[in-house]
Nanobody, 127 residues
Framework: QVELVESGGRLVQAGGSLSLSCAASGRTFSSYRMGWFRQAPGKEREFVGGISRSGGSTCYADSVKGRFTISRDNAKNTVFLQMNSLKPEDTAVYYC????????????????????WGQGTQVTVSS
C-alpha cells in the first residue's frame, strides 16, 4: 500500500501558474503509475493527467493538454503537476492517485485503473 499527501493548492488569478506536489510513502514508489484528478462542486471526479512508472510517457485530458504538465522524481517519491495559463474552470479539489496494477510501460489514463488516493488540495482560480 501507499499513502499519498498533496500540497501546493491555493488561490491564484486567471492566467497565472501553480505547481502541485504529491509525496508518497514506501520504498516501491517507482512500481506505481501515478496520476492527477480533480473534482469541482457538482461535478464528477475527472482525470487530469497520468505518468508511467519511469516518467517516460504521459497522458492528459483534452481540457488541460498544452497547459498542464505531470512529472515525477522517483528518488524523492514525489509526483508533480505544473499548471500554466490557469482558467476559472480549473477551480477544483485536485487529487493525487496511484495504480498498483501489473507491470506496464504505459501511463494509466482512466479513473478505473487507480487504486489509491490522496485527500486532495484546493485550487481556486479567480477571474
Amino acid at each position: 500500500q501507499v499513502e499519498l499527501v498533496e500540497s501546493g493548492g491555493r488561490l491564484v488569478q486567471a492566467g497565472g501558474s501553480l505547481s502541485l506536489s504529491c509525496a508518497a510513502s514506501g520504498r516501491t514508489f517507482s512500481s506505481y503509475r501515478m496520476g492527477w484528478f480533480r473534482q469541482a462542486p457538482g461535478k464528477e471526479r475527472e482525470f487530469v493527467g497520468g505518468i508511467s512508472r519511469s516518467g517516460g510517457s504521459t497522458c492528459y485530458a483534452d481540457s488541460v493538454k498544452g497547459r498542464f504538465t505531470i512529472s515525477r522524481d522517483n528518488a524523492k517519491n514525489t509526483v508533480f503537476l505544473q499548471m500554466n495559463s490557469l482558467k476559472p474552470e480549473d477551480t477544483a479539489v485536485y487529487y493525487c492517485a496511484a495504480d498498483e496494477g501489473r507491470f506496464s510501460l504505459l501511463p494509466a489514463c482512466t479513473r478505473t485503473e487507480y487504486d489509491y488516493w490522496g485527500q486532495g488540495t484546493q485550487v481556486t482560480v479567480s477571474s
